[in-house]
């Protein structure tokens, strides 16, 4: 996880701005981004950090503001075949999950 993005996510939590934390938690095969890749979505649409790119990456986006409106955690599976993957525009043919979580602040 990159520097920046830990320091966008502090900065959420410490102005308490609505967001969500995008993770891929497993791969197999050929995936542009590895287990442990996030992808931070905010209240107003912005976003730092990337999971895959392409169609794939837009579909955890829209995902993701509705994790936003409802609170509730979801776990999303890509699972392409080389030829779906050209057709949706990625150059990789693997399988990735990734979750989605509301960013909160710990309780104390």
Known sequence: MSVQLL???????????????????RTRGSTPRKTGSKMLVRSDGSVTGTICGGCVEAEVYAES????????????????????????GMKCGG??????????????
Do not use: W
């Open 7 to 25: 320091q966008e996510m502090a900065h959420a939590l410490e102005i308490g701005t609505p967001a969500v934390v995008a993770t891929i938690v």
């Open 65 to 88: 503001l509705e994790v936003m409106e409802t609170g509730e955690c979801r776990l999303l599976s890509f699972r392409l075949t080389p030829d779906d993957a050209e057709e949706l």
């Open 95 to 108: 399988s990735m999950e990734i979750f989605i979580e509301p960013l909160a602040r710990p309780l104390d």
